[in-house]
C-alpha cells in the first residue's frame, strides 16, 4: 500500500453536480438522486435478518463455527475455504485481492469504505478509494449473448422506483477470487443483484452500530470516513449472491453506508515497502552476494 496523501473531494463534488443536473434535465426527475461520496464504518458485509447471509469466521465478537463448516458451501468450496482458514491459523494468512493487489468483485468490494457513485442518463459509475477501482453499470441494457468475462463483469441497471437494481454477471475468475472476507471462492457463473436506496439517517445508524456490534469494528482504517456533522439520509445496498458451482442456494446482505467526509485519500496497492496501517517500512529480503 502506497502512504495515503488526502485530497480534497471538491472535484468529486463538481463532477457529481453536474452529471446529476444533466440526469435531471433529461426529464429523469423521478429517479432517485443517490449521487454523491458515501462512506462506512467498517469492512464487514452486514447479515440479513432471515436467511443464509456472509459467511463469517470466528472472531473477537463472532464465536460460531468457521465458514467451512456452513451447509450452504459445496464441498470443493468448502475444502477452498478450509484450508485457508487453517492456514491464517497457523499464522499465514491466505492471499485476498486486497493484499496481492487484483480488483475485488461484488459484494467482497462493499469491504472498501469510501465510494464515490455518480448517475448519468445510461451509466451508472461507481469509484473506489481503494485500488483505483471503477464499476460501470449501463441503464435499460441487455446483457450480451456471449458475455466476455471481466474483473466486474458485466452490469446492467434500472431504476425500480425508488431503487437501483443492478445485475452482474460474466466476472472473471482471476488468481484470487473472492466473495467474502472468510475466503469463499467463485466461479465464472457468479450472479450478483444489487438494490441501492436511500433510507434515514436513523436506519442507517442503526445498520451501521449492528454490524460493528456483531462484527466489531475494522483493524484498520482505510482513510475512508464518515462526515460527523451529518444527519440526511443514508444509502443501503442489499444484495444476493447466485453462484450454483459454489454455493448450495443463494445467499444475501446488506452494506450501509453515509456521507463521507470531504477527504479523498489515494489508496493504492503497490509494490512499497511503507506500511500505511503501522506508520513504518517494511523489512526487504537482502541477499549477501549477487545472484549473476
Same mark, same amino acid.
Not at 423521478?30 to 462512506?39: F, I
Not at 469504505?113 to 469509484?127: A, E, N, S
Not at 449473448?145 to 445485475?167: C, E, F, M, N, Q
Given at each position: @500500500?502506497?502512504?495515503?496523501?488526502?485530497?480534497?473531494?471538491?472535484?468529486?463534488?463538481?463532477?457529481?453536480?453536474?452529471?446529476?443536473?444533466?440526469?435531471?434535465?433529461?426529464?429523469?426527475? #423521478?429517479?432517485?438522486?443517490?449521487?454523491?461520496?458515501?462512506?462506512?464504518?467498517?469492512?464487514?458485509?452486514?447479515?440479513?435478518? &432471515?436467511?443464509?447471509?456472509?459467511?463469517?469466521?470466528?472472531?473477537?465478537?463472532?464465536?460460531?463455527?468457521?465458514?467451512?463448516?456452513?451447509?450452504?458451501?459445496?464441498?470443493?468450496?468448502?475444502?477452498?475455504?478450509?484450508?485457508?482458514?487453517?492456514?491464517?491459523?497457523?499464522?499465514?494468512?491466505?492471499?485476498?485481492? &486486497?493484499?496481492?493487489?487484483?480488483? @475485488?468483485?461484488?459484494?467482497?468490494?462493499?469491504?472498501?469504505?469510501? @465510494?464515490?457513485?455518480?448517475?448519468?442518463?445510461?451509466?451508472?459509475?461507481?469509484?473506489? @478509494?481503494?485500488?483505483?477501482?471503477?464499476?460501470?453499470?449501463?441503464?435499460?441494457?441487455?446483457?450480451?449473448?456471449?458475455?466476455?468475462?471481466?474483473?466486474?463483469?458485466?452490469?446492467?441497471?434500472?431504476?425500480?422506483?425508488?431503487?437501483?437494481?443492478?445485475?452482474?454477471?460474466?466476472?472473471?475468475?482471476?488468481?484470487?477470487?473472492?466473495?467474502?472476507?472468510?475466503?469463499?471462492?467463485?466461479?465464472?457463473?457468479?450472479?450478483?443483484?444489487? #438494490?441501492?436506496?436511500?433510507? &434515514?439517517?436513523?436506519?442507517?445508524?442503526?445498520?451501521?452500530?449492528?454490524?460493528?456490534?456483531?462484527?466489531?469494528?475494522?483493524?484498520?482504517?482505510?482513510?475512508?470516513?464518515?462526515?460527523?456533522?451529518?444527519?440526511?439520509?443514508?444509502?443501503?445496498?442489499?444484495?444476493?449472491?447466485?453462484?450454483?458451482?459454489?454455493?448450495?442456494?443463494?445467499?444475501?446482505?446488506?452494506?450501509?453506508?453515509?456521507?463521507?467526509?470531504?477527504?479523498?485519500?489515494?489508496?493504492?496497492?503497490?509494490?512499497?515497502?511503507?506500511?500505511?496501517?503501522?506508520? #513504518?517500512?517494511?523489512?526487504?529480503?537482502?541477499?549477501?552476494?549477487?545472484?549473476?
Amino acid at each position: @500500500m502506497t502512504n495515503p496523501i488526502p485530497t480534497s473531494l471538491a472535484v468529486l463534488a463538481s463532477a457529481t453536480v453536474i452529471v446529476w443536473s444533466a440526469v435531471q434535465a433529461e426529464g429523469a426527475e #423521478r429517479v432517485p438522486n443517490l449521487t454523491g461520496a458515501w462512506a462506512r464504518a467498517t469492512f464487514a458485509l452486514e447479515q440479513p435478518k &432471515s436467511g443464509p447471509g456472509p459467511l463469517r469466521n470466528p472472531g473477537n465478537l463472532y464465536k460460531g463455527p468457521p465458514a467451512y463448516a456452513s451447509p450452504n458451501l459445496k464441498p470443493e468450496a468448502a475444502k477452498i475455504v478450509r484450508e485457508r482458514y487453517e492456514s491464517t491459523r497457523a499464522g499465514k494468512p491466505f492471499p485476498t485481492p &486486497s493484499s496481492t493487489c487484483w480488483p @475485488m468483485v461484488a459484494p467482497l468490494i462493499f469491504r472498501v469504505q469510501g @465510494m464515490q457513485l455518480l448517475q448519468q442518463k445510461d451509466q451508472v459509475t461507481f469509484v473506489y @478509494m481503494q485500488d483505483h477501482e471503477v464499476r460501470r453499470v449501463r441503464l435499460s441494457a441487455q446483457h450480451p449473448a456471449k458475455v466476455i468475462p471481466s474483473w466486474h463483469g458485466d452490469s446492467i441497471g434500472h431504476y425500480d422506483g425508488d431503487t437501483l437494481v443492478i445485475d452482474t454477471i460474466g466476472v472473471k475468475v482471476g488468481p484470487v477470487a473472492l466473495v467474502d472476507q472468510a475466503g469463499t471462492p467463485y466461479s465464472e457463473a457468479l450472479h450478483v443483484i444489487e #438494490r441501492y436506496r436511500l433510507i &434515514s439517517y436513523e436506519e442507517a445508524k442503526e445498520a451501521g452500530e449492528r454490524n460493528v456490534a456483531l462484527n466489531g469494528p475494522p483493524a484498520t482504517n482505510q482513510a475512508a470516513s464518515i462526515d460527523p456533522n451529518y444527519r440526511g439520509n443514508g444509502l443501503q445496498v442489499a444484495f444476493t449472491v447466485v453462484d450454483p458451482k459454489v454455493f448450495n442456494t443463494p445467499w444475501s446482505g446488506f452494506a450501509t453506508y453515509s456521507k463521507a467526509d470531504d477527504l479523498w485519500t489515494e489508496n493504492v496497492c503497490a509494490e512499497n515497502t511503507f506500511e500505511y496501517y503501522n506508520n #513504518r517500512d517494511s523489512p526487504v529480503p537482502r541477499a549477501d552476494k549477487p545472484d549473476f
